[in-house]
């Protein structure tokens, strides 16, 4: 069973930066889109971002457009979640997630299944 420990996260003033990272274990990371999932206090977990197994291909959501980048470095089992300009508004808990070894790329959420501690991110004003 894969194991994903995040790291990275923190406290930060609105228009700064930080940069989460997630260590996945196993052999099986370089054959898994990985992604990267919040959830503020009071709502649904969202996807914010995902990145296939080769790395070329991704996906962002509206509200991370231009901001976030994912990154993965296949021979450090590490994904990479780089955020600009943070907001207020993206203060929640970061996760990321695994999905099944075969799966290239997805923006669907169900399809992560596997899931770190998450890290907490506040931005304040």
């Known amino acids: 069973q894969v194991q994903l420990v995040e790291s990275g996260g923190g406290s930060v003033q609105a228009g700064g930066s930080l940069r989460l990272s997630c260590a996945v274990s196993g052999r099986t990371f370089d054959s898994r889109a990985m992604g990267w999932f919040r959830q503020a206090p009071g709502k649904e977990r969202e996807l914010v971002a995902s990145?296939?197994?080769?790395?070329?291909?991704?996906y962002y959501a509206d509200s991370v457009k231009g901001r976030f980048t994912t990154s993965r470095d296949n021979a450090k089992n590490t994904v990479y979640l780089q955020m600009n300009n943070l907001k207020p508004e993206d203060t929640a808990v970061y996760y990321c997630a695994a999905a099944p070894p075969g799966t290239y790329s997805s923006q669907n959420a169900a399809d992560f299944r596997s899931w770190g501690q998450g890290t907490q991110v506040t931005v304040f004003s």
């Open positions: 990145i296939s197994w080769s790395g070329g291909n991704f």
